[in-house]
Structure formats: structure tokens, C-alpha cells
């Protein structure tokens, strides 16, 4: 009874949200799409989105631009990233007619051992607190990014985010309301209220927030360079504030920090080439789904019905159970990911679906052996920057160091305690990591740089996205709009099994006649706000010369061009 009320008050709401027809375009969609000739960038929130345009309009490139606009965010959203974070880059780069892929991933602590979690009889590391901070590779992917790609001094680009720190920003809506929930879990931590609560409580939209401290550490790292992030004084600070909260952070975890420029991984899906990075990032599960839905005609299903919703689904799920068991650190494991990636591999695992029934449960393949910005940039000579970064669950895990100004991750949370498994807690090991960009290419050609944050939303989120684009026709930024799926309850790396078959999370705008066929198959259907990402994406039209832009309606964000 309670279900079917669900489900008649989400009928209306429907009707509600549609009766504000557009001229053009689906019903759904929010705003045209953004149309510019020589530089585009869209972000998360319209500051960072203007300070990158301002980078380019100098002289700038498109890496500049996202070092610019990623800094900013750092900043503006902190509830979503910061320089205590990871990042991941994909850049086409248009001299060399090459995708470069960069893992800038952090490292587990060097005296962090396996065995302290046997010994003190943990048996999941913590979100919060000092067991899960990882080193934070943010400010070291800036550099790599800039060493090969960049043109102007890394001190013009740290600038705008340096002068909002000092000067102050006006914090927008979402991000507020993001703000105002983890600080009701994190202000025990030492530092935090500090920084992140002035007056004893979180900023409300539309209060002038500062934040001096890490004004003073982004001047320090736009002067020294990535050194005097993870040698210098500033590394000094982060390590004794772990030390002092019982952390294992040392000197020597931070000195010896590096990333690593990676070759991405693709899949032909209809003729266009999508493409990931591979491992500890969880992009594989994207091409893994895709090579399966490839075999039916989506189509001729079309949007929002119960046989492609139902069919998405479940490829979902066989992809995520391979994702729960294979995807780790490649510096420890041999990780089959060609095998992951073929179409022959897709025809095998169909052999278990069900047209009819959703499953309860899919084994993983047997090979041999949140939250998170998402941005992107373009600029007038060709270049395109694919960048996501990330604390991890929103704030992260709370230890805010040393009047440093942020707060570091809590990405040493994804490693299993499970010593047989290819995500086992190790010393200077990369965990399981969620955060994904990713770039379509046509023809050899740069066709659409964009991503989806959200945790375990995010292959979902690309694949949709995917298939919005190409089996559904929609222009960049209805495929944003699009109501969304996310099914949550497969198996996950950090240990859980799915043995329900989940839930299937539907936005508004899916038809009732939809949701009565899937509750038919026996999917469980809910109704839930929040859970379905930010999607940004710049595509190259090369025919009229000219960049479109796409924006997540759902956030704060801003696409902008010249």
C-alpha cells in the first residue's frame, strides 16, 4: 500500500515537471546547450568556470584553464574536493592527435600495516578520522599536468583561487546545503570548526566565506612548487597533525609521492571510441557495460521504457561484479583488463541475463589473473582537458591539518580488510578508487570530453550518458538532463555481496507504466533525491568549427565560452 502511494505521488510530480514545455528539445531538458568559438570550460560552480575562461582570454591553454578552475573549486566547493584529495586526467592533446591519461592517486601510509587492522580487530576501515587518509595527490597531478601541457607560470594560474580565499566568495545553494551536512559529522575533528564553521556554524547561501590558511599554503605552493607541498614545511604540518590524531602519515609517504601518466582504455561503441582509464579507477566497468548493451538494439527500446531500464540494469550488475572483484592497484596485482574490455567477454557474461527477470544475484567472471567535482576545459588551438577530483565522501575524513586551509581524503576507506583479495589493505598502495574522467573520440578525432561524479553513480552515469548521446539522440546538454537511473546493492570492492538484486533509484519523468512493468520483473523500485551525480561535457563540432558546452541542472555549475 505504502508502495503504490509512493508511486501515485511520483505520477503527479511527474505531470508537475513536464508542464513547462521548452520551444525545442525534450521537455526535460533545462537550457540550450552553450555554443562558443574559442574556449570553453564547465564546471561545478560559475567561479571556477570564469576564473578558467579568464586563463584562457590571457593566453592560457585548456590545462591551464583546469589547473586554474580545479584550484578555485578546491576552494569554492569544498565539500566535494581540495588539494587533500586525488585527481585523474584525461587531455587531448591537439599537437601530438593523443589522448594522455594521468593518475594522480595517493598512496596507503608506509607504516600503516595490514596487520595493525588484524591486531586491533578492525574489520572495515573507518570513513572518518586518520585510519583512512590516504596521501593526496591533487597538487602533484597540477604539476605533472603542467609540466607536459602547460603554458603559463603555475603562479598566474593559482592566482584567482589565492585571491577568492583571501578576499572572500559568496557560497552558492547546493553547495551550502552539502556544507551545512558534513559539518554536523566533522566538526569534532580537530581544525575543521576553525576553518570550515566561522561563527560555530556552516556558511548559509549566499554569506561571504574566507579562508586565509589555505590562501597562505596555495601562495606557498605557487612560489616552491609541488616541493613545498610534500617536502617542505607544509608537508611538516600535515604529518604532525596525523601523528597528534594517531595517524601514520610520514614524511617519507609524502616525499616519495608521485603519479603516473597512464594510456587509457577504450571500446568501440557504434563507431565512436569511448575511452577510460584503466585501474585503480573503476572506468573498466563503463566499457565492460557498454560492450553489452551494444548487442540489443536501445534504440528501438527507447528512453525511459521498462525493457531498457531493465536492460540496464543488468548489465550493471554483471559489470559491478567483476568491479568488486578485479579492479586494485595494478603495481600489486595482475589485473585482466583486456579480457574485461573484449566483446568476446560481453557475449560471455550475457549468457546471464534475463530479458524477463531481474536478478538477485550474478557471480563476477572467472579470469585468470559520495562526492567529487567533475570539470572540463577547451581552448581556441584544439586541446581538451577530461579532469575529476575528489575528497571522497563529501568533506572527506574530517582530519584537517596544521591552519592549512583543507581537508584530506578519506580514500584509504575503499581497501578491504581480506587478504586474499586483489583490493587487500597494503603499505604505499593505491586503494580501489572511484573517481573517473572520460573522453569520446570519433574517427581518430576529439568528439566529447565528460564525466559524471558520484561514487558508484559514476560508471552508471557514463554510460548513460553514452547511450543518451548516441542511441537516443540527444544533444549535450539534454543528455545531462535526462532523468537518471542508478541502481545501488551490487557487489562492491570494499566486501559487500549482492544477494537481493538491490534497488533501482528512478528520477522524475520516468512513466508510471514503466515503473509498474519493472515492479512486474521483479525489480525494487525507490524514489530518492540527490544520489545522481554532476555531469559536465564540451563537445567538438568540426564541421561549423565551434565548441557546445553542458552543465549539471541539478548543482551550482556554470558552462561559459568566448
Not at 112 to 121: A, R, V
Not at 496 to 506: I, S
Request: charged share 20%.
Amino acid at each position: 500500500m505504502k508502495q503504490t502511494a509512493l508511486l501515485l505521488t511520483f505520477c503527479c510530480w511527474t505531470i508537475l515537471v513536464h508542464s513547462q514545455d521548452r520551444i525545442t528539445g525534450h521537455t526535460f531538458s533545462t537550457r540550450s546547450e552553450v555554443i562558443a568559438q574559442h574556449g570553453m570550460a564547465c564546471t561545478s560552480q560559475p567561479l571556477a568556470t570564469q576564473a578558467a575562461l579568464d586563463i584562457l582570454k590571457a593566453g592560457g591553454n585548456a590545462i591551464d584553464a583546469a589547473i586554474a578552475a580545479n584550484a578555485v573549486l578546491g576552494l569554492v566547493e569544498p565539500v566535494s574536493n581540495g588539494i587533500g584529495g586525488d585527481l585523474f586526467a584525461i587531455v587531448w592533446d591537439a599537437k601530438t592527435k593523443k589522448l594522455y591519461g594521468l593518475n594522480a592517486s595517493g598512496r596507503s601510509p608506509y607504516d600503516l600495516t595490514y596487520e595493525y587492522f588484524k591486531k586491533n580487530g578492525i574489520t572495515r576501515i573507518p570513513a572518518t578520522g586518520p585510519l583512512p587518509v590516504s596521501v593526496p595527490g591533487c597538487v602533484d597531478g597540477w604539476f605533472e599536468l603542467h609540466k607536459k601541457f602547460g603554458k603559463l607560470p603555475i603562479s598566474d594560474l593559482l592566482k584567482p583561487a589565492i585571491g577568492y580565499a583571501r578576499d572572500g566568495f559568496p557560497v552558492t545553494e547546493v553547495i551550502a546545503y552539502y556544507w551545512n551536512s558534513n559539518s554536523k559529522s566533522l566538526q569534532k575533528y580537530p581544525g575543521f570548526k576553525e576553518i570550515y564553521m566561522p561563527n560555530g556554524k556552516a556558511p548559509a547561501k549566499g554569506e561571504i566565506f574566507k579562508n586565509p590558511y589555505l590562501a597562505a599554503t596555495l601562495e606557498k605552493i605557487a612560489t616552491g612548487g609541488r616541493d613545498a607541498f610534500y617536502k617542505g614545511e607544509i608537508a611538516q604540518k600535515m604529518v604532525d597533525y596525523m601523528h597528534e590524531q594517531g595517524g601514520f602519515l610520514s614524511m617519507r609517504d609524502l616525499a616519495d609521492h608521485h603519479s603516473e601518466w597512464v594510456e587509457p582504455i577504450s571500446t568501440n561503441y557504434r563507431g565512436y571510441d569511448i575511452w577510460e582509464l584503466p585501474p585503480n579507477g573503476q572506468g573498466t566497468a563503463v566499457l565492460q557495460q557498454l560492450n553489452m548493451l551494444e548487442r540489443f538494439d536501445i534504440a528501438k527500446m527507447g528512453f525511459g521504457s521498462a525493457e531498457y531500464i531493465h536492460t540496464f540494469v543488468e548489465t550493471k550488475k554483471l559489470a559491478f561484479e567483476d568491479r568488486a572483484k578485479y579492479y586494485a592497484d595494478p603495481d600489486f596485482c595482475k589485473i585482466p583488463i583486456r579480457k574485461l574490455i573484449s566483446k568476446e567477454y560481453a557475449e560471455e557474461r550475457l549468457k546471464l541475463f534475463d530479458p524477463a527477470r531481474s536478478a538477485k544475484s550474478y557471480p563476477a567472471g572467472n579470469l585468470e589473473t559520495g562526492n567529487t567535482i567533475y570539470m572540463t576545459t577547451a581552448d581556441k588551438d584544439g586541446n581538451l582537458v577530461s579532469l575529476i577530483q575528489s575528497n571522497y565522501r563529501g568533506m572527506g575524513s574530517g582530519m584537517t591539518p596544521g591552519k592549512l586551509g583543507f581537508v584530506f581524503q578519506d580514500r584509504g576507506e575503499m581497501f578491504m580488510i581480506d587478504s586474499t583479495h586483489m583490493n587487500r589493505y597494503e603499505p604505499h598502495k593505491r586503494p580501489f578508487h572511484t573517481i573517473i574522467p572520460a573522453f569520446i573520440t570519433k574517427d581518430g578525432q576529439p568528439y566529447i570530453s565528460f564525466g559524471l561524479m558520484g561514487g558508484s553513480m559514476q560508471p552508471q552515469g557514463h554510460v548513460q550518458m553514452v547511450v543518451n548521446l548516441i542511441d537516443f539522440g540527444m544533444n549535450l546538454q539534454e543528455a545531462g538532463d535526462a532523468p537518471r537511473i542508478c541502481h545501488e546493492g551490487s557487489s562492491e570492492p570494499t566486501g559487500e555481496k549482492m544477494t537481493d538484486g538491490g534497488v533501482v533509484y528512478l528520477e522524475s519523468g520516468i512513466p508510471y507504466e514503466t515503473i509498474r512493468q519493472l515492479l512486474g520483473m521483479g525489480h525494487k523500485i525507490e524514489f530518492i533525491n540527490g544520489i545522481y551525480g554532476g555531469y559536465q561535457a564540451i563537445k567538438w563540432d568540426d564541421k561549423n568549427k565551434v565548441y557546445y558546452g553542458a552543465s549539471e541542472s541539478r548543482k551550482d555549475g556554470q558552462a561559459a565560452g568566448y
